[in-house]
């Protein structure tokens, strides 16, 4: 069964920058396409990023150029760079792992922009 446990979550100002991490247990990491989700209160949990094992990555088009997200196969993990934090970036941040039919999340991590 996969297992995904994010960190790195927190409070930051405006314009700011966090790095989230994402650790994967349970299958072959590389075999996943892996992606970054967040949902702030009151709204629908939405795609922010996604990257396969092969380099190619998807953005929202708003993080496009603010947010990187990476991913370290030999040590099963993927992150989520992010810079110029707005305080519309507030949300609970949830790793994801999808193969076919089959979809993982994590727990969630909250991230919090504001002065």
């Known amino acids: 069964q996969v297992q995904l446990v994010e960190s790195g979550g927190g409070l930051v100002q405006p314009g700011g920058s966090l790095r989230l991490s994402c650790a994967f247990s349970?299958?072959?990491?590389?075999?996943?396409?892996m992606g970054w989700y967040r949902q702030a209160p009151g709204k629908r949990r939405e795609l922010v990023a996604t990257?396969?094992?092969?380099?190619?990555?998807n953005y929202a088009e708003s993080v496009k150029g603010r947010f990187t997200i990476s991913r370290d196969n030999p040590k099963n993990t993927v992150h989520l760079q992010m810079n110029s934090l707005k305080p519309e970036d507030t949300a609970v941040y949830y790793c994801?792992?999808?193969?076919?039919?089959?979809?993982?999340w994590g727990q969630g991590t909250q991230v919090t922009v504001s002065s």
């Open positions: 994801n792992a999808k193969r076919n039919t089959h979809t993982y």
């Open positions: 349970g299958s072959i990491f590389s075999i996943y396409v």
């Open positions: 990257n396969t094992s092969g380099g190619s990555s």
